[in-house]
């Protein structure tokens, strides 16, 4: 089992939706949490962070964490043709300080 | 407040070369971490270094390495290119390692 998983997609959603990207990880002990954006030939961008237990909301972004279930999930509300992206979860265990990333999703909003 | 900053951006070199990268991190962070990116592996962890040490290894063969000077920019080193070396090279920086990453531009290395 992988230490961070994510389905690959695509997803596709209607301009204005609202996209949801999940990501589920193997308990490795404490850990925080990031969510990345790279667009085709870019390099990733960081969209969020959490460390906590719950919902963190920035801008059109929420990212929700639930440790008892070990997942991780990214909401882009009113979803727009430029987050046209792949979106990369990654997890940082502590006790390994590193980070292990997903092999990210692919969204794509359709105009 | 500058981002992270890698040199060169684009890189060709033959199989058996040997191939230097830069990176100089955010003002203020002492961790610098790289990644090699393939379309068929994804983001792949190459090593992690802070405040000049190596705290982390990938699994990635001894051809590879890397350093961290004092001033907290670092190297890595391919030796022996091979073919399957062709890949994006990135590296992020933060300020302990354990807190958000920020990624550099990469370099694009292709081994011909």
């Known amino acids: 089992q992988k230490e961070v998983e994510q389905n690959s997609g695509p997803l596709s959603v209607p301009e204005g939706a609202i996209a949801s990207l999940n990501c589920t990880y193997s308990?490795?002990?404490?850990?925080?949490f990031f969510w990345y954006r790279q667009y085709s030939g870019k390099s990733p961008e960081l969209i969020m962070f959490i460390y906590s237990n719950g919902d963190k909301e920035d801008g059109r972004f929420t990212a929700q964490l639930n440790k008892a279930s070990q997942y991780v999930s990214l909401l882009i509300r009113d979803s727009q043709p430029s987050d046209s992206a792949t979106y990369l979860c990654?997890?940082?265990?502590?006790?390994?300080?590193?980070?292990?990333f997903g092999s990210g999703t692919k969204l794509n909003v359709k105009p | 407040k500058a981002g992270v900053t890698q040199t060169p951006r684009y890189l060709i070199k033959t199989r058996g070369q040997q191939v230097t990268l830069s990176c100089s991190p955010i003002?203020?962070?002492?961790?610098v971490s790289w990644y090699q990116q393939t379309p068929g592996q994804g983001l792949q962890f190459l090593f992690e270094?802070?405040?000049?040490?190596?705290?982390n290894k990938g699994n990635f063969p001894g051809r590879f390495s890397g350093r961290q000077f004092s001033n907290s920019r670092s190297e890595m080193n391919v030796s022996t290119l091979e073919l399957g070396d062709s890949a994006l090279y990135l590296c992020a920086s933060s300020s302990r390692g354990a807190d958000e990453q920020y990624f550099g531009p990469g370099t694009r290395l292709t081994v011909t």
């Open positions: 990654a997890v940082n265990f502590y006790n390994f300080n590193k980070f292990y």
């Open positions: 003002s203020g962070h002492r961790s």
């Open positions: 270094y802070f405040s000049e040490t190596q705290r």
């Open positions: 308990d490795r002990g404490s850990q925080s």
